[in-house]
């Protein structure tokens, strides 16, 4: 009898791994890339102990046991063990993140995953596999977008390190990656990444710039450097998504008119280069845009570049609003609110 139930199970978890062999494949491949990380940490007691580690790394590590402790202490982020290990990339990317929209539409393309839900984005530790995915998804018409991710956040599940290219980023850039990936760690909704991600940047905004303050003071060149980024970022975050709308409004019309691909395509570019060009119009400050040397007439970007915007940006006004009229600038009662309204994995 007993036999007969290990061969039902076996025979039955066969199947259902051959059915469901993409998803058992991808998530095997992501479980290895995660247990080779992690076996291959150092406590970051271990490495601030290490002669031959550089002493201006190790400030940068100190630097991040600050920023933990303040959006802890300060913002009311969840303690946890993140941060008190190292891991060295040795100069290699990690992970990188596929991004997909349909061809005449800013609409993303989502995976769905067990558990945690539906993701406008997809993460690969193996590039070779994130290329053929892309190419698939090409294949079937859709638009993609691959890039390079610095940091990810696996929501208190696994203790995430610290990598070695988070050393390289200036105070405030580093205070809100630390705080970004905190908050998703405090609070994150099932099937809603665009709230989730939306609310990550908002914190790690918020917080660099009171962190900064904190620490180095408000007349101080980190905070200065750190403001002059965010409102230059801030800028073309909000005029890549005015763009979304132009480009909507253009895909609209073509339901209106007839049109073959190619004239489709024609169109579509035009106007993503327009908003790319008009970028440069932002500030009278030239030497800080780079937007014409990142693309050109036979490089455009395509709908997928778009849809980080909408997933990282496009309510920001909102949080503020909510944030500033409500709470009155108090954020550990916001986020008391938002852990209540929403709730969380």
Known sequence: MIKKIFLGLFILLTLIAIYYHDLVSYGWMQAKGQVTILMNVQDVEEVLD????PDSLKSRIRLIEEIKQFGVDSLGLSPSKNYTTFYNQHGKPLIWVINASDRYR????????????TFPYKGYFDST???????????????TDIGEVSA?????????????????????????????????GTLFVKNDLELNENLASFVGDLGAIRFLKQKYGLNSKELRTYEFSKKYNDAYSQHMLRGISR???LYSSFDKVKLDTAAK??????????????????????????????????????NAYFISYQTYKSKQNLFRNEFETKFGGNFRKYLSYLKEKYPSL
């Open 50 to 53: 290490d002669p031959a580690f």
């Open 106 to 117: 800013i609409n993303a393309y989502k995976w769905s995953f067990p558990i945690i839900g």
């Open 129 to 143: 596999r994130a290329v053929r995915e892309e190419k698939v998804l090409k294949q079937e018409g859709f638009d």
């Open 152 to 184: 990810w956040s696996t929501l208190g599940y696994l203790k995430d390190p610290i990598l070695s290219s988070m050393l390289r980023r200036r105070e405030g850039s580093l205070a809100n990656l630390i705080l970004h990936e905190l908050t998703h």
């Open 247 to 249: 480009l909507d409004s």
């Open 265 to 302: 395509d024609v169109l579509k570019n035009q106007v993503i280069s327009k908003i790319l060009n008009d970028a440069d119009t932002l500030f009278a400050d030239k030497k800080t845009l780079k937007t014409k040397s990142r693309w050109d007439g036979k490089n455009l970007p395509n």
